[in-house]
């Protein structure tokens, strides 16, 4: 069965950190819904005082940030003594497991920055894990191109028998860049048992014959299968997960099943032993 459009959202245009302008497309009202996926923050800036600031130290714990840099560089550094530099076209997939503190922050000051960060979701048995990270370069992603001449880059999961550069067991993410060239008509096959999303970062797209604006998420409803078509030349995200079914806490940067475990963090942090 093909999926269609369910519902277009249009994004909370917003600042977090100290100051980075950016448009949240996934928020607390669509937990359930989109459930694995707790939060997408798209932001693209061209004016430094927009995004310099950046994101100074601050704390996660029971989910993984997946940071995707389409344009700039952004400097990671954390408590357990890790770093490492995001560019163009580079992911970096962090598991905040127990507790991690760390910052984001440009190292650039003046050019384009733009990119996603999405916020996946963890079982109640791997919250309280060992914290861990992995940059990946623009390079280390597998790609294609389609019959359709869509090219496809494939950042997490398996699409038409090409392994991603990530894996997860619990959530079987999948997080494709699709380009699509002008006239293109593709479509992607995703499990039934997925929660989906899709967000054209440039240009609008046709879903199952439904216009996409650029810059809008859309929600796509049960099936096996989307159809994505495009009049002129247009990249978007795809973007979906099996759902955990459990109980959402979250207060801020920590995401648990329970209040009490939401207090328990807190006093961790407070406590500086997160």
């Known amino acids: 069965m093909e999926r269609t459009l369910e519902r277009i959202v249009s994004g909370l245009e917003t600042s977090d950190g100290a100051g980075v302008k950016l448009t949240r497309l996934i928020g607390q009202e669509l937990h ?86 999405l916020w996946i979701n963890l079982p109640s048995t791997r919250k309280m894990g060992d914290p861990w990270y992995r940059d990946i370069p623009a390079s280390g992603f597998p790609a294609f191109t389609a019959n359709s001449g869509a090219k496809i880059k494939v950042i997490a999961g398996k699409i038409e028998d090409v392994e991603g550069a990530m894996t997860r067991e619990d959530t079987e993410p999948i997080y494709l860049d699709v380009d699509l060239p002008e ?36 929600i796509l409803s049960k099936g096996d299968a989307v159809r994505l078509k495009a009049d002129a030349p247009a990249r978007l995200i795809l973007v979906a997960g099996k759902p955990l079914k459990e109980p959402v806490v979250q207060y801020g940067p920590f995401v648990m099943n329970t209040q009490e475990e939401i207090f328990q963090a807190l006093a961790d942090f407070r406590s500086g032993h997160l």
Not at 91 to 116: C, K, N, Y
Not at 189 to 216: Q, R, T
């Open 183 to 218: 006239g293109a008509d593709h479509s992607v096959s995703i499990p039934s048992s997925h929660n989906a999303f899709i967000v054209p970062y440039h240009g609008d797209i046709e879903v199952s014959g439904k216009i996409l604006p650029e810059k809008m998420l859309g």
């Open 32 to 117: 359930a819904r989109l459930d694995p996926f707790l939060m997408l923050d798209f932001f693209r800036n061209i004016d430094p005082e927009d995004y310099i600031a950046g994101f100074p130290d601050h704390p996660h714990r029971g989910f993984e940030t997946v940071t995707y840099m389409l344009a700039g560089r952004m400097r990671h550094r954390d408590n357990k003594g890790n770093e490492g530099l995001l560019e163009s076209g580079s992911v970096q997939w962090m598991t905040a497991g127990r507790g991690i503190v760390h910052s984001e922050m440009p190292e650039q000051e003046d050019g384009l920055m733009e990119g996603f960060q």
